[in-house]
C-alpha cells in the first residue's frame, strides 16, 4: 500500500470492537499522515452500540506526525462504543509505503464496557444484556482490554458529590456540586438546601476544610468562587438553630434571627 492511498480490510465477517489500528511504514524513518475509518455491516445494532449499519465513522490519532517517536508508525485510536466489521485506511502522504497494518480489537461479545457503562458481565453483547450508561449517582472511570465493569461505584453524596450526565459518570472521581448547593434526590443535580435548613460544611479535625463566616443578622450569601470544599468530609443542609428562621423565596445561605414582635396585651382584651 503506497500512498495517496486507501485500502478496505474486512475482518472475517466478524462485528468487533476495535481499540485502535497501528500502521507500520516501510521504513522506520518514514512520518506517516493517515486516518482510519470503521464501518459495521450488521443491522442488529445493540444498545450501546454507538454507530449505525453501513456508516463510516472515523478515529482520532494519538500519535502525531512530528513527534520523534511516531516516525515509521502511526497509532490511531477508535472512540469506544464503536462496533466494525471493516477497517477503512487512507494515508495521505506521499511515497510512504505501508508494510504492516494492526488492528487492535476484540470480537463484540467479548469487547469490554465504555467509561460510564457496566453490564452483567462487563461485556457488550448483541442478543443479551448489552452495556448500560450508570444511573444517576454513579460513575465508572475505566475502559481497558483486561477490565470488564459488572457495577458502578455510588458517588459520595455527603460530600457533595453527584452526577448526571454521560461525562460525570466517566470521570476518574464524582463532580462536587458548587457551594451552597447540595445533590438532589438520587445526586442527579444540585439544588438549595430547603426551607427551614442551611448549607453546612465539616470535616476532619486539623484538615483544610473552610469555615464559613455565618451571619445571622441579615440575609447572606456565599459565591461558589469563594470556597474549595473538596477536602470536606461532609456537605449537606442542617436544620435552622432555634430562634432562626430560611424561606425559600430568600436567596439566602444561613438562618436568619428571626424578626421580634411586640404584642398590645390591651388590644387581646
Not at 141 to 147: C, D, E, G, L, V
Request: negative net charge; proline residues 7%; charged residues 15%.
Amino acid at each position: 500500500m503506497t500512498a495517496p492511498d486507501t485500502a478496505e480490510i474486512e475482518l472475517n465477517g466478524i462485528k468487533c470492537g476495535i481499540f485502535k489500528v497501528i500502521l507500520y511504514a516501510g521504513h522506520p524513518n518514514d512520518v506517516l499522515v493517515g486516518s482510519v475509518g470503521v464501518k459495521v455491516q450488521a443491522w442488529d445494532r445493540s444498545l450501546s452500540q454507538a454507530n449505525a449499519a453501513y456508516t463510516f465513522v472515523w478515529c482520532s490519532s494519538t500519535k502525531h506526525e512530528t513527534e520523534p517517536s511516531a516516525r515509521g508508525f502511526a497509532e490511531i485510536v477508535c472512540d469506544p462504543n464503536i462496533a466494525a466489521t471493516h477497517v477503512l485506511i487512507t494515508v495521505e502522504n506521499t511515497d510512504t509505503t505501508i508494510a504492516e497494518v494492526i488492528v487492535v480489537g476484540k470480537p463484540w461479545d467479548e469487547y469490554p464496557c465504555a467509561k460510564g457503562y457496566f453490564s452483567r458481565n462487563g461485556k457488550h453483547s448483541t442478543y443479551d444484556f448489552d452495556c448500560d450508561i450508570c444511573n444517576n449517582g454513579y460513575h465508572q472511570p475505566h475502559f481497558s482490554a483486561t477490565f470488564f465493569p459488572t457495577t458502578c461505584v455510588q458517588c459520595d453524596s455527603s460530600r457533595g458529590q453527584y452526577s448526571e450526565t454521560l461525562q460525570n459518570k466517566m470521570a476518574d472521581v464524582c463532580p462536587v456540586c458548587s457551594p451552597p448547593t447540595v445533590p438532589f434526590t438520587m445526586y442527579s443535580g444540585c439544588i438549595h438546601c430547603p426551607q427551614g435548613t442551611e448549607y453546612t460544611l465539616s470535616g476532619p479535625q486539623g484538615g483544610e476544610c473552610p469555615e464559613l463566616e455565618v451571619v445571622r443578622t441579615h440575609h447572606t450569601t456565599i459565591t461558589p468562587a469563594s470556597l474549595d470544599i473538596s477536602t470536606c468530609s461532609s456537605v449537606g443542609c442542617s436544620p435552622c438553630p432555634a430562634g432562626t428562621y430560611r424561606s425559600v423565596r430568600l436567596a439566602a445561605t444561613f438562618c436568619t434571627v428571626c424578626p421580634e414582635v411586640s404584642v398590645d396585651l390591651n388590644s387581646l382584651k
